[in-house]
T-cell receptor, first 117, second 116 residues
C-alpha cells in the first residue's frame, strides 16, 4: 500500500519550455503532498507543500511564479516549471503523507529527472 | 531551527562487513519523528523506518538495526552482513509535529558502497 506514482520519469527539453510533472497517490487519498528538489550528490530540499483545494505553501527562496503547484484532487498534485532554463535542471521528487494520522511517513514517487538544454 | 547531520559523506566496505551510518539531529521540540530513507541509483526514495521521540527502544528488522539515543540526539543505522544490494545513498530525516505540515528535514546523505 501507499504507492506514489510520478510522471514523467525523465524530461529533456529546450530552454523556455514549460514542463508539468504529475504526482499521484495510487491507493490512498493524500490531502498533503510535498515537492522536493535534489541536485546531483546533494540532499533533498523541500520546495513546497501542496494542500488539496488550497494554495501551496512555498519554502523561502522558491519562486511561486516559477514553480506552479496545483493540487486539485485528493490523489493528484502537479508541479509546472514555467519557462524552464538550464539552472532548473535537477531531480524533482514528490511525496505524499500516508493515510491516517498526520505523523504517517511520507511515501515518495520515483522522481523526475529534468534536463533543460 | 531543526537540523540533521550525517557526517559520513561516503562509506565503502567489503561485502559481509557490518557498517554503521551516523545521524545526529537538532530540534527544540519534545515531540518529533526520525526517519531513514534509502535512495538506490535509480533515484526513488525507499522508506526504511520511522521512530517517534518518545520511543527509545532500539529496533531490528532483518539485517537492519537502529539505535536511537535522545541523550546524544543520535539515530544511527547499522547494516549487518552487508550485501552489494545495500549500495545506495541513505538519508536520515527529522519531522517535527509542531510544524503544521509535518515537513521533513533531510541530512546530507551517506553514500554507501558495498564491494563484492
Amino acid at each position: 500500500g501507499a504507492v506514489v506514482s510520478q510522471h514523467p520519469s525523465r524530461v529533456i527539453c529546450k530552454s523556455g519550455t514549460s514542463v508539468k510533472i504529475e504526482c499521484r497517490s495510487l491507493d490512498f487519498q493524500a490531502t498533503t503532498m510535498f515537492w522536493y528538489r535534489q541536485f546531483p550528490k546533494q540532499s533533498l530540499m523541500l520546495m513546497a507543500t501542496s494542500n488539496e483545494g488550497s494554495k501551496a505553501t512555498y519554502e523561502q527562496g522558491v519562486e511561486k511564479d516559477k514553480f506552479l503547484i496545483n493540487h486539485a484532487s485528493l490523489t493528484l498534485s502537479t508541479l509546472t516549471v514555467t519557462s524552464a532554463h538550464p539552472e532548473d535542471s535537477s531531480f524533482y521528487i514528490c511525496s505524499a503523507r500516508g493515510p491516517g494520522y498526520s505523523n504517517q511517513p511520507q511515501h515518495f514517487g520515483d522522481g523526475t529527472r529534468l534536463s533543460i538544454l | 531551527a531543526q537540523k540533521v547531520t550525517q557526517a559520513q559523506t561516503e562509506i565503502s566496505v567489503v561485502e559481509k562487513e557490518d557498517v554503521t551510518l551516523d545521524c545526529v539531529y537538532e530540534t527544540r521540540d519534545t515531540t518529533y519523528y526520525l526517519f531513514w530513507y534509502k535512495q538506490p541509483p535509480s533515484g526513488e526514495l525507499v522508506f526504511l523506518i520511522r521512530r517517534n521521540s518518545f520511543d527509545e527502544q532500539n529496533e531490528i528488522s532483518g539485517r537492519y538495526s537502529w539505535n536511537f539515543q535522545k541523550s546524544t540526539s543520535s539515530f544511527n543505522f547499522t547494516i549487518t552482513a552487508s550485501q552489494v544490494v545495500d549500495s545506495a545513498v541513505y538519508f536520515c530525516a527529522l519531522s517535527e509535529e509542531s510544524q503544521g505540515a509535518q515537513k521533513l528535514v533531510f541530512g546530507q546523505g551517506t553514500r554507501l558502497t558495498i564491494n563484492p
